[in-house]
Each structure stands twice: as structure tokens, then as C-alpha cells.
């Protein structure tokens, strides 16, 4: 199963949110998936669990060498591009 990680500055609001814009296009798309929300300093420790972290352009860079694909997105709130993004990034996963 795919896990992802959505990652905002202090792990609560914008990653929630963010969670449930995942949530939403994952069922559009019929995709099996775990998905959680951690604060940055907790991503760079357990970022190394999540097969694809999504977070905002500004907090990517901080998530240091991570294994996991990080998806950055310009606008949180904008649904197609976090579809246009994370959709792709699932596909391309090896099974």
C-alpha cells in the first residue's frame, strides 16, 4: 500500500486540509492509499516511511534528503494541481 505524508509547518491546518484533498482525489481515482499529516521537524525524521510527502514549495527544501518523492505545491488549496502532481507520482512508484 502507498503511504503518504502531507507536511505543513506545525502539522495541524494547512496539513489537514492538504489530508483531505489527498483523501478526496485518491477516491476520484480509485487508489488505495494511508495518508497522515506530520509537522516539518517530524517529516525529516520519519519522512523515511512515507513513499510520497507533500508539502508547500517554501517547506520542500527543508525536508533534507528524504527517501520518500516529494511533491511541492505552488497553491495547497488548488485541487488540480495536487492531482496533476500526485496521481503520476503514485503511477510511477515501483509495485
Known sequence: ??????????????GLMV???????LKEANIEASVEVSDISSARGF???ADIVVTSEDL???LGAIQAVIIPLR????LNELRTKLVPAILALPK
Open 60 to 62: 520542500a527544501p527543508q
Open 47 to 49: 519522512g523515511q516511511k
Open 19 to 25: 489530508r483531505m484533498q489527498i483523501e478526496k482525489i
Open 75 to 78: 497553491n495547497l488549496i488548488d
Open 1 to 14: 500500500m502507498v503511504h503518504i505524508m502531507a507536511v505543513c509547518g506545525m502539522g495541524l491546518g494547512s
